[in-house]
């Protein structure tokens, strides 16, 4: 479980394939403070840690992971959001994030506002009834708030501490982002569609 509330950003060193799966080498500032079967969020995709040392840390990304989300573009020099998992001691600062990615969306627009910046994306069809006008929403792992939302179509505001902390400085036009639903509305929305 995290929070969406990124801790850093990774660099991929390496990329290896064997078989479907893609193993990555990733270097970061947490990666010291890492063990192997930790879980840890990479663009709010959770996985596991297969190997690691004192500045980089190594996963394995298998088909499933690789079809959901946008990592089947992923290439050496890509940066990527990290996020340790949640403390239950700890505040929680974001909302509650999964790690399990619903969707990719692609960014349809970028607005930069004089030190804030506002990111529309296009998201599924079939997911329209979970974006919510000032829900939560996590898009790469950050936990954000949907608005202006429109069917399929929602943007998101953001300050410059998360532009300078996370990969959204690199998101460009036609970029596709993992997206993960919050978790109450896909269950609120479950139980409508079971009593209908």
Known sequence: MFTGIIETLGVVDSLSKTGKNINLVISSSISKYLKPDKSISHNGVCLT???CNKISHSVTL???TL????FLNIKIGSKINLERSLLINDRLDGHFVQ???DDIAKCIGIVDNQKSWSYTFQASKPFSNLIVEKGSICVNGISLTCF???KNRFTVS???HTYNKTNFKYLKIN???NIEYDILGKYINKIFKKNK
Do not use: C, M, Q
Not at 67 to 70: A, F, Y
């Open 49 to 51: 840690i297969t190997e």
């Open 62 to 64: 298998v088909d499933e």
């Open 67 to 70: 079809i959901k989300s946008n």
């Open 99 to 101: 790690g399990h990615i």
């Open 148 to 150: 202006d939302v429109l």
């Open 158 to 160: 953001i300050i410059p």
């Open 175 to 177: 970029d596709f982002v």
